[in-house]
């Protein structure tokens, strides 16, 4: 289940469209090479631990219920209206509220999504645009790849010292 997974991943993520952008290479081209580059420098590492994308679903999400409160209060206050039309309002305009804040937080995730790529490709060039940036995910990087390679070492050991008792035991 999990290869399938990966499998997806390789060849179907939102990485593919900066390749497209930069190189114009081809949907699936594109995923593969820039999941292989996230795999080959260890950015892998940090886009695994990316949160920024549910970070800007609850900022899309507050600012749909902002905007839904904000017209159902608005429509009880001028209209003095029942339940249902404030109820009717309210959704609506959360819903046009969520879309609107949707697509503004969409560039966003885009903008994410180009520094991985830019920082895979060549690092030094993050580091050109704004050196303080650059040292801050560098440093992100390292802390995730010194704990990845802890938890190897440790899966590792356990997995010796398991194949240790097994053989105790079987003696």
Same mark, same amino acid.
């Given at each position: ?18 390749? @497209? ?6 949907? $699936?081209?594109? *995923? ?8 080959? #420098?260890? !950015?892998?590492?940090? !886009? ?14 507050? &600012? &749909?219920? @902002? #905007?839904?409160?904000?017209?159902? =209060?608005? #429509?009880? =206050?001028?209209?003095?209206?029942? $339940?249902?039309?404030?109820?009717? !309002?309210? /959704?609506?305009?959360?819903?046009? &509220? ?14 994410? #999504? /180009? ?10 060039? @993050? ?12 440093? *992100? ?8 390679? *802890? ?7 356990? $997995?010796?010292?398991?194949? $240790? =008792?097994?053989? /105790?035991?079987?003696?």
């Amino acid at each position: 289940m999990f290869h399938l997974v990966e499998t997806l991943v390789r060849f179907f993520n939102k990485y593919a469209y900066v390749q @497209i952008a930069v190189y114009g290479k081809g949907f $699936n081209r594109s *995923a593969r090479d820039a999941w292989e580059l996230f795999q080959s #420098t260890g !950015v892998e590492s940090l !886009v695994a631990y990316d949160c920024s994308g549910a970070v800007l679903l609850m900022g899309t999400l507050l &600012g &749909g219920l @902002i #905007t839904g409160t904000c017209a159902a =209060i608005w #429509t009880h =206050i001028k209209w003095e209206a029942k $339940n249902e039309r404030m109820l009717m !309002v309210g /959704s609506t305009a959360m819903l046009m &509220g969520m879309v609107l804040v949707g697509v503004a937080m969409v560039v966003v995730e885009s903008a994410v #999504t /180009s520094m991985y790529i830019c920082y895979a490709e060549d690092p030094l060039l @993050i580091h050109r645009w704004d050196a303080e940036f650059f040292s801050q995910l560098s440093e *992100a990087l390292h802390q995730r790849l010194r704990h990845r390679s *802890a938890r190897g070492r440790e899966a590792l050991t356990q $997995n010796r010292f398991d194949v $240790n =008792i097994q053989e /105790s035991v079987s003696l």
